[in-house]
T-cell receptor, first 114, second 111 residues
Framework: DGGITQSPKYLFRKEGQNVTLSCEQN?????MYWYRQDPGQGLRLIYY???????QKGDIAEGYSVSREKKESFPLTVTSAQKNPTAFYLC?????????????FGQGTRLTVV | EDQVTQSPEALRLQEGESSSLNCSYT??????LFWYRQDPGKGPEFLFT?????EEKEKERLKATLTKKESFLHITAPKPEDSATYLC????????????WGLGTSLAVNP
């Protein structure tokens, strides 16, 4: 089945550690996105990529890094510089780089700092 | 400033009791409005895209409409399985590769 797969579903991070969240899609979509969702706040864009080997910062990129070495994959690293990383992270993809096309989301990764 | 406001924040309905959710926006040059459904602990599921005032789209018990300032998601004779948070989003006028998201309406449908 075509779709977006995020892993793991739950992730626990110790203070000072970097962690990487996986996002893979088999929809042959060009654009991919990372969002963060916190209670009482709308989805906030962390990074997005319109094409392989290219990506742009979103609204809250500080403390995060990404790569786009393959069309299917867009991993997100939460670094120790991110002061408040506990959140629900969502990966999405859309078929064209123009924004007025719908995005399809994965099932999310819940990251907790312990 | 571009903004998306959804109301009400929460809505509780009895099964079969129709109602509407509102998404109002302040964005110049609207380039589309998206509706999503999100179940607890899961990613949003795409429902509709509306591009121009007067446009309507339907899916089962849901119908989305668009005016120049707002969109409505009408729910006709809802069932308990329609319980979810409904989100709307519009492209940012300054950078249309970014979406501005509302906070959502949490809908609960009691049997």
């Amino acid at each position: 089945d075509g779709g977006i797969t995020q892993s793991p579903k739950y992730l626990f991070r110790k203070e000072g550690q970097n962690v990487t969240l996986s996002c893979e899609q088999n929809l042959n979509h060009d654009a991919m996105y990372w969002y963060r969702q916190d209670p009482g706040q709308g989805l906030r864009l962390i990074y997005y990529s319109q094409i392989v080997n290219d990506f742009q910062k979103g609204d809250i990129a500080e403390g995060y890094s990404v790569s786009r070495e393959k069309k299917e994959s867009f991993p997100l690293t939460v670094t120790s510089a991110q002061k408040n990383p506990t959140a629900f992270y969502l990966c999405a993809s859309s078929p064209r780089t123009g924004v007025n096309t719908e995005a399809f989301f994965g099932q999310g990764t819940r990251l907790t700092v312990v | 400033e571009d903004q998306v406001t959804q109301s009400p924040e929460a809505l509780r309905l009895q099964e079969g009791e129709s109602s509407s959710l509102n998404c109002s926006y302040t964005v110049s040059g609207l380039r589309g409005l998206f509706w999503y459904r999100q179940d607890p602990g899961k990613g949003p599921e795409f429902l509709f895209t509306l591009y121009s005032a007067g446009e309507e789209k339907e899916k089962e018990r849901l119908k989305a409409t668009l005016t120049k300032k707002e969109s409505f998601l009408h729910i006709t004779a809802p069932k308990p399985e329609d319980s979810a948070t409904y989100l709307c989003a519009v492209p940012n006028a300054g950078n249309n590769r970014k979406l501005i998201w509302g906070l959502g309406t949490s809908l609960a449908v009691n049997p």
